[in-house]
């Protein structure tokens, strides 16, 4: 069946840079695209980023400068980098998945926390 | 930037109520809307796409309709496990953007 993990470092230093790993199962990544979607405590959802059955990307406009996502689709896994870390991006970041015929999220990993403080 | 503007933020209903729960968009979006659903501690759960297509598995007490600019999540009898926190998703235009969601309790 589907699944989605995230895994990263829980803690990260203010102007340090974030590296979250996603690895899945059960989908190929050169027929399904994956999404990162990140929510600050108690707060909404915010979507962050994408990465498509292709190899192409998209961001978040107010992301963009900061954040880089890739694959290794023979591992099965996607990277997110955010380098210039702030307290504002402390949140929970999941991984999703959007089918080959489809542009949103439908499957998600259960998120990883990161809190950037010193 | 398209914006997402739910509401009520807060949604107090009893059981075996009709719920409503509203998601207005700042342009036109085509009716490229899906609903979310997070209970506390989880991940969200995708319900409806594309304004009125029940994802599966999803029980058939909840549907969206809308057009345009204006859409909107019914749950034709509230039970207890649908405590949660409702969010609605635009993906007509990037960057892809989510309300801030309707929190549903239970009276």
């Known amino acids: 069946q589907v699944q989605l993990k995230e895994s990263g470092p829980g803690l990260v230093q203010p102007s340090q840079t974030l590296s979250l790993t996603c690895t899945v199962s059960?989908?190929?990544?050169?027929?399904?695209?994956v999404h990162w979607v990140r929510q600050p405590p108690g707060k909404g959802l915010e979507w962050v980023g994408a990465?498509?059955?292709?190899?192409?990307?998209d961001y978040n406009s107010a992301l963009k400068s900061r954040l880089s996502i890739s694959r290794d689709t023979s591992k099965s896994q996607v990277f997110l980098k955010m380098n210039s870390l702030q307290t504002e991006d402390t949140a929970i970041y999941f991984c999703?998945?959007?089918?080959?015929?489809?542009?949103?999220?439908?499957?998600w990993g259960q998120g990883v926390m990161v809190t950037v403080s010193s | 930037d398209i914006q997402m503007t739910q509401s009520p933020s807060v949604l107090s209903a009893s059981v075996g109520d009709r719920v409503t729960l509203n998601c207005k968009a700042s342009?036109?979006?085509?009716?490229?809307l899906n609903w979310y659903q997070q209970k506390l501690g989880e991940a969200p759960k995708l319900l409806i796409y594309n304004t009125n297509n029940l994802q599966t598995g999803i029980p058939s007490r909840f549907s969206g309709s809308g057009s345009g600019t204006d859409y909107t999540l019914t749950i034709s009898s509230l039970q207890p496990e649908d405590v949660a926190t409702y969010f609605c998703?635009?993906?007509?235009?990037?960057?892809?953007?989510f309300g801030s969601g309707t929190k549903l309790e239970i009276k």
């Open positions: 990465i498509w059955s292709g190899g192409s990307t």
């Open positions: 998703f635009q993906h007509n235009s990037w960057p892809l953007t």
């Open positions: 342009q036109n979006i085509n009716k490229y």
């Open positions: 059960g989908f190929s990544l050169t027929s399904n695209s």
């Open positions: 999703t998945r959007s089918e080959y015929t489809t542009d949103y999220p439908d499957y």
